[in-house]
């Protein structure tokens, strides 16, 4: 096997192995919102050297692009922490069980929710102070939305 062969060789099993990562990472949320620990290590095939004078190919990396966590997930039974500063973009997701509406206190934002579907939500934080997000027809009390002065 030529050097070229085992570097295209290991080039493939870096990228399978990045796709694995890739993958395992954006399923490793639970349908309750809670991460588990997902982790892969890529592994190296050992190389012989050869005697033969072989062209020296330097093979480029491409760059991986981090992915970005999501945006918290809001839902029943708990009230949720969200802090943000003055001029911010808010980002949250919201899912219910039954039929729904979310709102966001002060900035008059609602959305419909429907059982089991997660919905974002997206605004401009330009008010500054404590503000509840609740299910409006239950009335019940899912998030503080703290935004600071900058």
Do not use: C, W
Request: charged share 25%; net charge negative.
């Amino acid at each position: 096997m030529s050097r070229g062969q085992r570097l295209a060789f290991l080039a493939v099993a870096v990228v399978i192995a990045v796709v694995a990562i890739v993958v395992l990472a954006d399923s490793s949320e639970d349908p309750s919102g809670t991460p588990s620990a997902a982790t892969a290590t890529p592994t190296a095939t050992a190389t012989s050297k050869s005697t033969e004078a072989e062209p020296q190919d330097t093979p480029t990396p491409t760059p991986t692009p981090e992915p970005k966590p999501p945006p918290p997930l809001l839902t029943g039974g708990k009230v949720t922490k969200l802090e943000a500063e003055q001029g911010d973009t808010v980002r949250f997701r919201v899912r219910s069980p039954v039929a729904e509406e979310v709102h966001v206190h002060t900035y008059d934002i609602s959305r419909d929710l429907e059982p089991g579907k997660t919905v974002t939500v997206s605004f401009k934080a330009n008010v500054t102070g404590i503000f509840e997000i609740e299910f409006e027809h239950s009335g019940e009390h899912i998030a503080e939305l703290r935004v600071d002065p900058k």
